[in-house]
């Protein structure tokens, strides 16, 4: 079963404007990391926050994780068509060994021109 | 290679028939796991090998679903007497490490079953 719940399921904005996704997920955690996945494609990798982190960034991406709230965001600035895709969370369990992901529904994010 | 690749990309299945999907993971990467993902949704944990050692496979759906990694490198997953719901995209990853660690995912092996 799935840990995490991604919100919104679906989300249409256009060229230039931000995009926040926002995961909920259940049980303690080693990190937490976020995918796109392009349609039939597999999953790329964003980034990973560990559980010890509160915010992180890499180019237009911002991340943030509050484990109290066991909550994360995605935050997506300055969006372009080419980041229409499917937004995944996973988290990497706490109780885990090796590092399996437990993933959200995902956002389906659509950026018009 | 440069990435995970997997073989072959679609497979059409009557039911009942058993396929074999195949998985090459990046070179020296010491996990690999394998993901079902159905359509719409996120992808579901299957199993999971460090190096040739299977050391989790609580995903597994039945026994009819069957993975091995024999020499800690290709990994085969296997499913017997297919059923119509076994259709889905199944997606191998491999990582360096075994902790805190990003996965690389193929492109996936899209299986349908008639």
């Known amino acids: 079963s799935q840990q995490g719940e991604e919100d919104p399921q679906a989300l249409s904005i256009q060229e230039g404007e931000n995009a926040t996704m926002n995961c909920s997920y259940k049980?303690?955690?080693?990190?937490l990391q976020w995918y796109r996945q392009n349609s039939g494609r597999g999953l790329v990798h964003l980034i990973l926050?560990?559980?010890?982190?509160r915010e992180k960034h890499s180019g237009r991406l911002r991340v943030t994780l509050d484990t109290s709230k066991k909550s994360s965001s995605l935050l997506i600035t300055a969006s372009r068509a080419a980041d229409t895709a499917s937004y995944f969370c996973?988290?990497?369990?706490?109780?885990?060994?090796?590092?399996?992901?437990?993933f959200g529904q995902g956002t389906e994010l659509s950026v018009k021109p | 290679g440069a990435g995970v690749s997997q073989s072959p990309r679609y497979k059409v299945a009557k039911r009942g028939q058993d396929v074999a999907l195949r998985c090459d993971p990046i070179?020296?990467?010491?996990?690999l796991f394998w993901y079902q993902q159905a359509l719409g949704q996120g992808p579901e944990f299957l199993t999971y090998?460090?190096?040739?050692?299977?050391?989790?496979k609580s995903g597994l759906p039945s026994d009819r679903f069957f993975a091995e990694r024999p020499e800690g490198s290709v990994s085969t997953l296997k499913i017997q007497r297919t059923q119509q719901e076994d259709s889905a995209v199944y997606l191998c990853?491999?990582?360096?490490?075994?902790?805190?660690?990003?996965?690389?995912f193929g492109q996936g092996t899209r299986l349908t079953v008639v």
């Open positions: 926050i560990r559980s010890n982190e």
């Open positions: 990853a491999s990582s360096q490490r075994f902790l805190n660690t990003e996965a690389f």
């Open positions: 070179s020296g990467h010491v996990s």
């Open positions: 049980t303690s955690i080693n990190n």
């Open positions: 090998f460090q190096n040739e050692a299977q050391l989790d």
């Open positions: 996973a988290t990497d369990a706490f109780y885990n060994q090796g590092g399996k992901l437990i």
